[in-house]
């Protein structure tokens, strides 16, 4: 019996050892385990994006070259077209890739492109109204920034100039970096010295920046404390640690200095804007001036009344509110003219600047061409008061912006300019009764060849002559067009140089047709412009393209020859060039028509 029960005993004490020597074993084994684990680099897995200094991989995804890349890049002031792209990077690829196969999956029409229309600056009596080509091809942070900004980005691009105290802002980058990995260094015992050089350089950097706003502020030996600095955040990127305070600290950096460049870009471009639609001091003084002289003097008030309308001779319309800008038109046209005697210039303009406009003209003398001002105030019929402004409005420009598939990506994406007449356009057969045939010229070109072959061309059945641009067409902006019918395959035109049939104009009631369809489209932006491509649907003559060069108001990239080749340079764009925003490259074509020793120019500096 009591062998029997000592033997009941032994055997559960035993195994209850046994027990214990297998867990000992397996926590042995298990310490031996994660250290391995640890140095394979396992454990970047678990952890939130952040900074490593050897990554493992190297797909897109990585947030390891993420954070990485994001350091190196960092800087105060780019544009948040080129972070948001920088950001969704790897997202973009993925989409592009899903559509690609998603495109190769599926056979049949293809989804067509989206398209923007917006209107760039409306040029009425208080203002003045970019084809991307710029030096070289255009990168794609440029095309989204246009696709946004429009000319400005194109202008900005050109117009950039060197970063000013480079060396405070590259202290304040890495001031910023320095501190982001500071807290992460400093919770490792091992790495004393480091997080002591780290502190002090901290420290020192913050000294320099608090006596110092720019570059000539800094002290001689500021070169040296950058690069101990920058050795010390190397070593700093070398140390393995937990990188989700340095990932949360430039995350934060990173939303900051996207905000800032979002705020500074869209303020300069609203700067732009303004600029581009104010009229500069010097331009209206010499307006002001030119109102008062015309009730001091009344010598000049010998006008022709007879030619005015006089079918037989060459009828030049202009729309305009600026001095200046008319007076280059009339003045290029005439002196690339074979016989001014039969020139006839109309100028009309608004009540503001009608007798600016007249005296300058009665007092200036274009060979022996006419000028007759005309104020289109008193035209504008009362019955058009819901759907016509009450002012003049010069022709509409508008940029065009086509959407690839997968907007996100520049590279499917475009941007075309064009400009279209406006309401007051419509407003010419009721002021020209006796007038068949007129040819209008808007107040941003230059004419560098003679016109009066224009006088002579057969355009059959149709209503105007004008260049036509086929890169953009009535089907890729149907969605602006509503309900209203039209052949999707119709190129949209320009304005510019047209010459127009105001006979068959009267016949086929053109008139009429645009404001009925001003009042179905009227809630649509740009509704003038849309209204006026449908009006002049299968009635437009095409001109040869060498007749008009256009995009000298926005186009960097015009060759000399083909601007020498053309016979009429038009501006249309935002840069006019009687702006100091105008390309200076093409302002000398404009200039050279205008005359220097002009007392009124002189007195008001009118020195574009």
Same mark, same amino acid.
């Given at each position: 019996?009591?062998?029997?029960?000592?033997g009941?005993?032994?055997?559960?004490?035993?195994?209850?050892?046994?027990?214990? *020597?297998?867990?000992?074993l397996?926590?042995?084994?298990?310490?031996?385990?994660?250290?391995?684990?640890?140095?394979?680099?396992?454990h970047?897995?678990?952890?939130?994006?952040?900074? %490593?200094?050897?990554?493992?991989?190297?797909?897109?995804?990585?947030?390891?070259n993420?954070?990485?890349?994001?350091? +190196?890049?960092?800087?105060?002031?780019l544009p948040k077209?080129?972070?948001?792209?920088?950001?969704n990077?790897?997202?973009?690829?993925?989409?592009s890739a899903n559509?690609? &196969?998603k495109?190769?999956? #599926?056979?049949?029409?293809?989804?067509?492109?989206?398209?923007v229309?917006?209107?760039? @600056?409306?040029?009425?009596?208080?203002?003045?109204?970019?084809?991307?080509?710029?030096?070289?091809?255009?990168?794609?942070?440029?095309?989204?920034?246009?696709l946004?900004?429009?000319?400005y980005?194109?202008?900005?691009?050109?117009?950039?100039?060197d970063?000013?105290?480079s060396?405070?802002?590259?202290?304040? /980058?890495?001031?910023?970096?320095?501190?982001?990995?500071y807290?992460?260094?400093?919770?490792?015992?091992?790495?004393?010295?480091?997080? &002591?050089?780290?502190r002090q350089?901290?420290?020192?950097?913050?000294?320099?920046?608090?006596?110092?706003?720019?570059d000539?502020?800094?002290?001689?030996?500021?070169? $040296?404390?950058?690069e101990?600095?920058?050795a010390?955040?190397?070593?700093s990127?070398?140390?393995?640690?937990?990188c989700?305070?340095v990932?949360?600290?430039?995350?934060q950096?990173?939303?900051?200095?996207?905000?800032?460049?979002?705020?500074?870009?869209?303020?300069?471009a609203?700067?732009?804007?303004?600029?581009?639609?104010?009229?500069?001091?010097?331009?209206?003084?010499?307006?002001m001036?030119?109102?008062?002289?015309?009730? &001091?003097?009344?010598?000049?008030?010998?006008?022709?009344?007879? #030619?005015?309308?006089?079918?037989?001779?060459?009828?030049?319309?202009?729309?305009?509110?600026?001095?200046?800008?008319?007076?280059?038109?009339?003045?290029?046209?005439v002196?690339? *003219?074979?016989?001014?005697?039969?020139?006839?210039?109309? %100028?009309?303009?608004?009540?503001?600047?009608y007798?600016?406009?007249?005296?300058?003209?009665l007092?200036?003398?274009?060979?022996d061409?006419?000028?007759?001002?005309?104020?289109? /105030?008193?035209?504008?019929?009362d019955y058009? /008061?819901?759907?016509?402004?009450?002012?003049?409005?010069?022709?509409?420009?508008?940029?065009?912006?086509?959407?690839?598939?997968?907007?996100?990506?520049?590279?499917?994406s475009?941007?075309?300019?064009?400009?279209i007449?406006?309401?007051?356009?419509?407003?010419?057969?009721?002021i020209?009764?006796?007038?068949?045939? %007129?040819?209008?010229? /808007?107040?941003?070109?230059?004419?560098?060849?003679?016109?009066s072959?224009?006088?002579?061309?057969?355009?059959?059945? #149709?209503v105007?002559g *004008?260049?036509?641009?086929?890169?953009?067409?009535?089907?890729?902006? +149907?969605?602006?067009?509503?309900?209203s019918?039209?052949? $999707?395959?119709s190129?949209?035109?320009?304005?510019? !140089?047209n010459?127009?049939?105001?006979?068959?104009? &009267?016949?086929?009631g053109? @008139?009429e047709?645009?404001?009925?369809?001003?009042?179905?489209?009227?809630?649509?932006?740009?509704?003038?412009?849309?209204?006026? !491509?449908?009006?002049f649907?299968?009635?437009i003559?095409?001109?040869?393209?060498?007749?008009?060069?256009?995009?000298?108001?926005?186009?960097?990239?015009?060759?000399t020859?083909?601007?020498?080749? *053309?016979?009429?340079?038009?501006y249309?764009?935002?840069?006019?060039?009687?702006?100091? !925003?105008?390309?200076? #490259?093409? $302002?000398?074509?404009?200039i050279?028509?205008?005359?220097?020793?002009?007392?009124?120019?002189?007195?008001?500096?009118?020195?574009?």
């Open positions: 019996m009591k062998g029997g029960g000592g009941g005993g032994v055997g559960p004490g035993k195994r209850r050892w046994r027990f214990l *020597a297998v867990g000992v397996f926590l042995v084994v298990l310490s031996m385990l994660v250290p391995l684990v640890f140095l394979l680099g396992l970047n897995g678990f952890h939130s994006a952040g900074f %490593v200094p050897r990554p493992h991989t190297t797909t897109s995804g990585d947030r390891s993420h954070v990485d890349n994001l350091v +190196r890049k960092l800087g105060p002031t077209d080129i972070l948001k792209h920088y950001v990077e790897a997202k973009n690829e993925t989409s559509a690609t &196969r495109s190769q999956k #599926k056979k049949g029409t293809p989804v067509p492109p989206q398209v229309l917006q209107p760039l @600056s409306k040029r009425n009596i208080s203002g003045d109204g970019g084809k991307a080509g710029m030096k070289g091809g255009i990168n794609e942070g440029l095309r989204l920034c246009e946004q900004y429009g000319s980005c194109i202008w900005h691009e050109e117009n950039r100039e970063m000013k105290d060396m405070v802002k590259k202290l304040k /980058d890495q001031l910023f970096v320095a501190r982001a990995y807290p992460s260094v400093a919770k490792i015992p091992a790495q004393n010295m480091l997080t &002591r050089d780290l350089n901290i420290q020192e950097l913050e000294r320099v920046l608090s006596e110092s706003t720019t000539a502020d800094l002290p001689p030996e500021i070169q $040296k404390k950058s101990r600095m920058e010390t955040i190397a070593k990127k070398s140390v393995t640690m937990d989700h305070n990932d949360k600290k430039l995350r950096i990173f939303d900051l200095t996207e905000d800032e460049a979002n705020f500074h870009m869209k303020q300069s609203f700067l732009y804007q303004l600029a581009v639609q104010t009229m500069p001091k010097s331009q209206h003084c010499l307006s001036r030119l109102t008062v002289e015309y009730f &001091r003097d009344d010598s000049f008030d010998q006008e022709l009344p007879v #030619k005015y309308s006089d079918p037989t001779l060459q009828h030049y319309v202009i729309f305009s509110t600026n001095v200046i800008a008319s007076t280059v038109v009339i003045n290029s046209t002196m690339h *003219a074979r016989d001014s005697m039969n020139q006839v210039f109309h %100028v009309l303009t608004n009540g503001q600047n007798y600016a406009m007249k005296h300058w003209f007092g200036n003398t274009f060979k061409a006419v000028v007759e001002v005309l104020n289109i /105030d008193p035209f504008i019929p058009y /008061d819901k759907t016509t402004p009450s002012h003049l409005n010069l022709p509409t420009e508008f940029r065009v912006s086509f959407h690839g598939i997968n907007n996100a990506s520049a590279m499917h475009r941007t075309q300019y064009i400009s007449f406006s309401h007051s356009h419509y407003l010419l057969p009721e020209f009764k006796n007038l068949e045939k %007129v040819v209008v010229l /808007d107040d941003d070109i230059v004419v560098q060849q003679d016109l072959t224009l006088w002579s061309l057969n355009m059959g059945q #149709k105007m *004008a260049i036509q641009i086929c890169s953009v067409r009535l089907g890729q902006v +149907r969605s602006y067009l509503g309900e019918s039209f052949h $999707k395959n190129c949209t035109w320009m304005s510019g !140089l010459v127009i049939d105001l006979a068959r104009w &009267r016949k086929l053109i @008139s047709t645009y404001w009925k369809l001003v009042k179905e489209v009227s809630k649509k932006e740009g509704s003038a412009a849309l209204a006026s !491509l449908l009006t649907q299968d009635l003559y095409a001109l040869d393209n060498d007749w008009v060069l256009s995009g000298l108001g926005h186009d960097y990239g015009l060759s020859q083909s601007i020498k080749k *053309a016979a009429v340079l038009h249309n764009g935002n840069m006019k060039p009687w702006l100091e !925003l105008g390309i200076p #490259k093409y $302002k000398v074509y404009w050279k028509f205008l005359n220097p020793e002009n007392q009124f120019l002189n007195e008001c500096n009118v020195n574009p």
